[in-house]
């Protein structure tokens, strides 16, 4: 076994780039100050704060700084945008669309919304993984206030088709949505290319710290806030701001925009190696979402019949590779992934399911070594449960 196990959950969280920590360093000990003081040390911080909103504006392709508003991650931009956009104005009633595989953080909020006034409708993926626009198109109402649909799923790795489904939001009225938590950085994603009126970030995904995180919001369109107080964001998320983590973000996503076009390539190669090799050497498994005409390039799900993927998880781990399950354990007996059940994964197959996804520390070596070991947990789980 090797000294450190081969991590290969990098959709759960990524380490800190030594080099963002770096550039994190100064707000921590040096520029403390808090940014809404007026006094010298509290300008300088506010100026890091807003050069970081333009240097993440410029990454997203916003058009403006100010539609740039920082949070503590995913969970609570996700949490803004869909009850803030929703209620705004004082609105208490409506009709909201949602992917039924969206991220409880997208999914949660708006069931809430439901036990106060609105309908929901929770459109299916198709079987290759993706929302297809028509379905969106039939599922739209004259009253459908909020479509939200993610970018790439966390568990899958399929692309959604945002620019036509943001044509098919607008035609009817409403606004789009996207939670981009598993997608910012690691392809192009151009706000205004894309059409969505809003978009979800979270740092952790790319390299920044747990806790870091952004959300876009059109410029001119009224929000809600879901955090009051201090007024800070220009009102729209009060709490005195995480200076060292807003420029984490901006400093973690330029390097995303730098390596990208080396990164990516070398990731999806190292995905397909893992696919084709399983594909070849194991019998009944599927590997979910390949049909897809978009994929991110880090991210492998792989189901595999007569066996559970908690079990495969905790024998990998003892071997020495941490990969992850999209189920769920609930009083002693596994769920399958809804995920996976939406788009249409058997529940045998669903229930032996596990994530790989790579990252920057991902080497050839570590998969090489890993394709095996993955083959004989398989193969023994199946032995004894035969
Ligand atoms: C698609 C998606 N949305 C939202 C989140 C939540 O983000 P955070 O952990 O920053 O709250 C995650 C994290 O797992 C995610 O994968």
């Not at 945002?162 to 789009?176: T, Y």
């Not at 009102?235 to 701001?241: E, F, I, Y």
């Not at 200076?243 to 190292?270: F, I, Q």
């Not at 032996?352 to 789980?381: K, M, N, Q, W």
Request: glycine share 10%; hydrophobic share 40%.
């Amino acid at each position: 076994m090797p000294d450190r196990p081969v991590y290969l959950d990098y959709a759960a969280t990524t380490p800190t780039d030594p080099r963002v920590v770096e550039a994190m360093l100064p707000y921590f000990t040096e520029v403390f100050g808090n940014p809404n003081s007026l006094y010298t040390l509290g300008r300088e911080a506010m100026r890091a704060h807003e050069d970081a909103r333009e240097r993440v504006a410029a990454s997203i392709g916003a058009g403006r700084p100010d539609e740039v508003i920082f949070t503590s991650g995913g969970t609570e931009s996700d949490n803004t945008a869909i009850i803030g956009l929703a209620t705004v104005g004082g609105r208490s009633s409506g009709h909201l669309v949602v992917s039924a595989f969206e991220h409880h953080a997208v999914l949660d909020p708006a069931s809430w919304l439901c036990t106060r006034g609105f309908e929901i409708t929770e459109l299916k993926p198709r079987a290759n993984g993706v929302i297809h626009p028509d379905d969106l198109a039939a599922a739209m109402r004259d009253d459908t206030v909020l479509v939200s649909v993610m970018h790439g799923n966390n568990e899958i790795g399929t692309l959604q088709p945002l620019a036509e489904l943001a044509v098919v939001a607008h035609e009817r009225g409403a606004l789009l949505h996207t939670d981009a938590a598993q997608t910012v950085g690691k392809v192009p994603f151009d706000v205004r290319a894309l059409g969505v009126d809003a978009a979800t970030l979270t740092g952790h995904k790319f390299y920044a710290p747990k806790g870091t995180g952004a959300l876009y919001v059109r410029e001119g369109l009224p929000l809600m806030p879901y955090l009051m107080g201090g007024g800070q964001e220009r009102k729209r998320r009060s709490g005195t701001q995480n200076v060292a983590g807003s420029v984490a973000l901006a400093t973690a996503l330029e390097l995303m925009d730098a390596e990208r076009a080396e990164e990516a390539p070398r990731l999806a190669a190292l995905r397909d190696r893992i696919a084709s090799f399983i594909l070849a050497t194991v019998t009944d498994v599927r590997v979910n979402g390949a049909d897809a005409p978009e994929r991110l390039p880090h991210i492998v799900n792989l189901a595999f019949s007569g066996v559970s993927g908690e079990d495969i998880l905790l024998r990998l781990d003892h071997a020495g590779f941490e990969v992850a399950t999209g189920s769920a354990c609930q009083s002693g007996s596994p769920e399958p992934s809804y995920v996976l059940l939406a788009i249409g994964c058997p529940r045998d197959l669903a229930l032996g399911a596990v994530r790989v996804s790579l990252g920057r520390y991902t080497t050839e070596e570590d998969i090489e070594r890993f394709l095996p070991a993955l083959v004989d947990v398989v193969t023994h789980l199946r032995r004894w449960n035969a």
